[in-house]
């Protein structure tokens, strides 16, 4: 069912490492031909273009691509209780960690009347991407919105693909889950030309561009993410979900398996990945998997995410090895199943959200846990984090020197601007003393 890579006995360098890391051969490269004509298709004929695309692509063609605000209350009063309170639970849990993430505000005095004022600026208009394809995800408008509201930005915009089954509009439960957070512009579209949208707006439905673009998407969604930065930011290429196990003997196999299958359960491009030194565990955990995939109710999707050549049990010598695995691999998700978890821990660098002990499984982070299930995937992690507050801030530095901390600088200033031979430099400092 899933392959098995074998690393004992060996001494890899990094460089040896990546070339052995499961991955799936997901090309962004290869979308960005059919993105360019999309967003560009989008950039020449506005809303007639992203109704075009949607009746080709989504098999229905919006009544309206911007959604009505009765539709969003509508979409909130036909929450059931059950999912408005786990809703409303997610969105207090979200808040408060996103809000420990804030930064303080500093000033550094460095000499009498010379100071450098740290502060953080947050956006003021972002684009969020929901995506609507094999799942429905009320969880990542959470996980969008709350950080940005935190992080003070004052505008915000969410788009969805037109569902089919409600006749072009986007699913109710995601317009449900906008309309509890206060987001009242709302747009049915998807893909690619969602992205060209809200980077570079559409006059006829009011859709101002935004500055940062933010949320996953499928390959295409990627590629055109990569096309508008510089028009706008955005957080990262989203790809294919992964997950990364490193456990020890002690480890439960059952729930070792049940993590990697949940998953596996999004994708056929999933990763599943258990790192462990010892192959008892291995051969439960394999067995685990036969017992438990076929009874699953994606169980074709399942089974073709665990054969896929992205999923592996992966045999090493010792747990830094494991760690050392994980740090090159850059998982999206890390559980860590050992006797002692905090040992491990202290080794890991890269990772998107690391979840400690039998207790912390992913499915947690992706709802109730507090933290963000937006995450860098396809190694992205071993450069940057994951989406939180922080995400939506700008650091500046605002300088502010008196006449006094400034002349006792002249002399190092323009020192070093004459030996950079750049005259006008020096010339600016020493004009705000000629005249005295």
Avoid: C
């Avoid at 109704?51 to 009544?63: C, F, K, N, Y």
């Avoid at 790192?275 to 017992?291: F, G, H, M």
């Avoid at 090895?321 to 850059?330: K, L, P």
């Amino acid at each position: 069912m899933i392959q098995t890579i074998d690393l004992r006995g060996l001494k890899p360098s990094r460089a040896e490492l990546l070339s052995l890391i499961p991955r799936s051969q997901t090309d962004v490269s290869a979308a960005t031909a059919i993105a360019t004509e999309l967003i560009a298709d989008v950039r020449s004929r506005g809303e007639s273009a992203l109704l075009d695309q949607a009746e080709r692509l989504d098999g229905i063609r919006p009544v309206r691509v911007r959604q009505d605000i009765a539709d969003v209350s509508r979409a909130v009063r036909a929450l059931s209780t059950e999912v408005r309170d786990a809703l409303e639970e997610a969105i207090g849990r979200v808040r408060a960690a996103s809000e420990a993430q804030l930064p303080a505000p500093a000033v550094t005095q460095l000499s009498p009347g010379g100071e450098v004022i740290q502060r953080w600026m947050p956006v003021s208009r972002v684009g969020f991407y929901v995506p609507g394809g094999k799942a429905v995800y009320p969880s990542s408008v959470v996980m969008n919105v709350v950080p940005a509201q935190v992080a003070g930005v004052e505008s915000i915009a969410l788009a969805s693909p037109p569902q089919k089954a409600f006749g072009g509009s986007i699913h109710p439960t995601i317009l449900g889950a906008a309309g509890l957070l206060g987001v009242e512009e709302v747009y049915a579209m998807g893909g690619a030309g969602a992205i060209g949208a809200f980077a570079y707006g559409v006059p006829e439905l009011s859709l101002d561009p935004v500055q940062l673009i933010t949320g996953p998407g499928n390959v295409f969604v990627a590629a055109a993410k990569r096309l508008v930065r510089g028009q706008a930011g955005i957080d990262a290429e989203a790809g294919p979900t992964e997950i990364l196990v490193i456990a020890d003997a002690t480890a439960t196999p059952f729930l070792v398996a049940s993590d990697l299958i949940s998953q596996a359960e999004h994708d056929e491009l999933a990763a599943a990945v258990l790192v462990t030194d010892s192959v008892d565990l291995a051969d439960s955990v394999r067995r685990e998997l036969e017992r438990l995939a076929p009874a699953i109710h994606h169980r074709a999707r399942v089974d073709a995410a665990l054969r896929g050549q992205q999923s592996a049990i992966v045999l090493v010598d010792d747990l830094p090895s494991a760690a050392d695995f994980s740090n090159v691999y850059g998982p999206e998700h890390l559980e860590i199943h050992t006797a002692e978890p905090g040992e491990v821990l202290d080794l890991i660098e890269s990772a998107g959200a690391i979840f400690l002990g039998d207790n912390s499984p992913v499915s947690l982070g992706d709802y109730l846990a507090g933290s963000n299930h937006v995450l860098p995937t396809g190694g992205q992690a071993r450069f940057t984090p994951g989406l939180g507050a922080y995400t939506f801030l700008r650091p500046q530095q605002v300088i502010r020197y008196d006449r006094e901390a400034l002349r006792a600088v002249e002399s190092k200033i323009v020192a070093l601007a004459t030996a950079e031979d750049l005259p006008a430099h020096a010339a600016a400092i020493t004009a705000r003393f000629s005249q005295s």
